[in-house]
């Protein structure tokens, strides 16, 4: 299914969206606090928006490793790479985020945005995080969540399961994967229960953050030390 979207999959992020995006993933590397000399591990990467946002900073990374198992993705993210950030800075990964060719406490923060929710085994995904960071090191998890106001929430649904879904097949020409998306984001645990999965892993300081009333929520906090 990702492979069948992933030439269409930056154009419907934004449109469907209505750009916002850009900004949550801004967002996202700044709760990091880079200083400029950071190893960021950034699973799930799809085209590579957030690694690129992450040594696009201001100070950046300096150094970000990609890895999603979808080829057709990571096909355009390095398209995307050779176009506008050639510098070998980011390197991409063809893998599993529960299983990646990472060393243990190798990397000095790691990132997912909008791809927690379709690993088959959140908590095992959990568990590789921890492996992977350094003690002390800090996460920042970007995934949909649902605003918790009512009227807000009925219009959001809404969209969510009426609309979202037909413009993603117009666009993309695939029936299933906006469909899939509200689906999966029903299904993934409450900010209260991935949170609580978050700290049982070890992971301290831990918080979840609505941003936009809700629509998203930014997830963070560091690996005891």
């Known amino acids: 299914m990702f492979d069948a979207i992933a030439t269409h999959y930056d154009l419907l992020n934004h449109l469907l969206s209505a750009?916002?995006?850009?900004?949550?993933?801004?967002?996202?590397?700044?709760?990091?606090?880079?200083?400029?000399?950071?190893?960021?591990?950034?699973?799930?990467?799809?085209?590579?928006?957030?690694?690129?946002?992450?040594?696009?900073?201001?100070p950046p990374a300096a150094r970000v490793v990609g890895v999603d198992f979808a080829a057709s993705m990571l096909r355009v993210a390095s398209e995307k790479l050779r176009r506008n950030l050639p510098d070998g800075s980011i390197a991409l990964i063809r893998g599993d985020a529960t299983q990646t060719p990472?060393?243990?406490?190798?990397?000095?923060?790691?990132?997912?945005?909008?791809?927690?929710?379709?690993?088959?085994?959140?908590?095992?995904?959990?568990?590789?995080?921890?492996?992977?960071?350094?003690p002390g090191g800090r996460f920042a998890i970007l995934e949909f969540g649902l605003p918790t106001r009512a009227g807000l929430r009925a219009v959001y649904l809404w969209y969510f399961h009426r609309i979202l879904p037909r413009i993603g097949r117009l666009v993309s020409r695939h029936r299933a994967a906006y469909a899939y998306l509200p689906a999966s984001v029903t299904a993934f645990p409450t900010p209260d229960e991935f949170v609580t999965i978050l700290r049982q892993r070890g992971f301290v300081d831990v918080c979840a953050v609505p941003l936009t009333f809700g629509i998203v929520f930014l997830y963070t906090g560091r690996r005891s030390a």
């Open 102 to 134: 990472v060393a243990d406490g190798s990397v000095d923060a790691v990132t997912i945005a909008f791809g927690i929710r379709n690993v088959n085994d959140v908590r095992a995904a959990c568990e590789e995080i921890r492996r992977t960071l350094k």
């Open 19 to 58: 750009g916002i995006d850009r900004r949550w993933r801004r967002r996202t590397i700044q709760s990091l606090r880079l200083t400029g000399r950071e190893r960021v591990l950034d699973l799930c990467t799809g085209t590579a928006d957030l690694a690129i946002a992450a040594r696009t900073a201001r």
